[in-house]
């Protein structure tokens, strides 16, 4: 048998969606398992070079989280990431989404995006980067696994600001937040994230209002000042902006990618499309 799985990047937090927003873009990560060939992991695309192919790495390590008791064919996995690592665009999620997908089909199953969801969730801790990896399009994400799909309004047409050698751990970021937020922050990010449901469905024209954030993204671009000075130029611009994930990626809504000023070197500025679907997987 062989298996082709694709996985989507995403934008997570989208401003005030802290923990709750997602985005599906239209780069996917690809995963082919092929039980005819021989047993291992090659790696291809970005980051190739830093993945493991020892089977530690996160795609097989899902695989066997979700296996259990039950046993895996020996299978040949060709892996081509295009998914920037450590950038904010749910690389992590992508490969355990893959690993889940990759497992479930192998034992025989038809995953469906609810129980992929409900596996990479619990595997990988960030519903808001696994939802949209699942179903596609905007995502909300509750803590207790509930979800709930929009499409977005067609003018909705991300730019990725992308720097070349900037990095930040997930980790690392999420460290730096504070425990306990001011009950004015709290009501602000209630008030404006709110209102960003209504700009990313049905009315772009609020995104520069509605993609405003008080509880993590001060404290984020504080980690990265280059970034940070980029993010305030495109404001500056009149762009909506936010970081993505926990950085260093930003990610624009412009009415025209020309709008966006640009950032220099060292950086990559690309449009992106929405993707309105999830993971895919095919059989041969």
């Known amino acids: 048998m062989r298996l082709t799985v ?6 997570a937090n989208l401003g005030p969606g802290f923990d709750c927003f997602g985005l599906a873009l239209d780069m996917c990560n690809e995963v082919i398992a092929d039980t005819a060939g021989p047993p291992g992991i090659s790696w291809h695309g970005e980051g190739a070079q830093e993945l493991s192919g020892d089977g530690s790495d996160l795609v097989n390590a899902t695989m066997r989280r979700v296996a259990g008791e039950r046993a895996l064919p020996a299978v040949e996995i060709r892996a081509v990431n295009r998914v920037p690592l450590a950038r904010g665009l749910g690389s992590s ?3 355990v989404v893959a690993g889940v997908v990759t497992a479930l089909a192998l034992l025989g199953d038809d995953p469906s995006a609810d129980e992929v969801f409900s596996h990479a969730a619990s595997l990988e801790g960030h519903p808001d980067n696994a939802a949209p990896a699942c179903f596609g399009g905007f995502t909300i994400a509750t803590p207790d696994g509930l979800v709930r799909r929009l499409d977005p309004h067609p003018d909705v047409r991300p730019v990725l600001l992308v720097p070349d050698d900037i990095r930040v751990a997930t980790r690392e970021a999420r460290a730096a937040l504070p425990d306990v937020v001011p009950l004015a922050d709290a009501v602000f990010n ?5 209102l960003l449901v209504e700009a990313l469905a049905r009315d772009p024209s609020l995104l520069g209002v509605a993609m405003r954030d008080r509880l993590h993204e001060e404290v984020r ?3 990265v000042p ?10 500056a611009a009149g762009v909506p902006v936010c970081v993505s994930g926990s950085g260093p990626t930003l990610i624009a809504f412009p009415m025209r990618a020309s709008e966006v000023p640009s950032p220099g070197p060292g950086w990559s500025v690309s449009p992106i499309a ?3 679907s999830g993971f895919e997987f095919h059989r041969m």
Do not use: K, M, N, Q
């Not at 209630?190 to 709110?194: D, E, K, R, S, T």
């Open 6 to 11: 694709r996985v989507p990047a995403t934008s």
């Open 274 to 276: 929405v993707r309105t």
């Open 93 to 95: 999620s992508a490969a």
């Open 190 to 194: 209630i008030a404006h994230g709110a």
């Open 226 to 235: 280059a970034v940070r000075e980029v993010f305030d130029a495109v404001r």
């Open 221 to 223: 671009l504080a980690l």
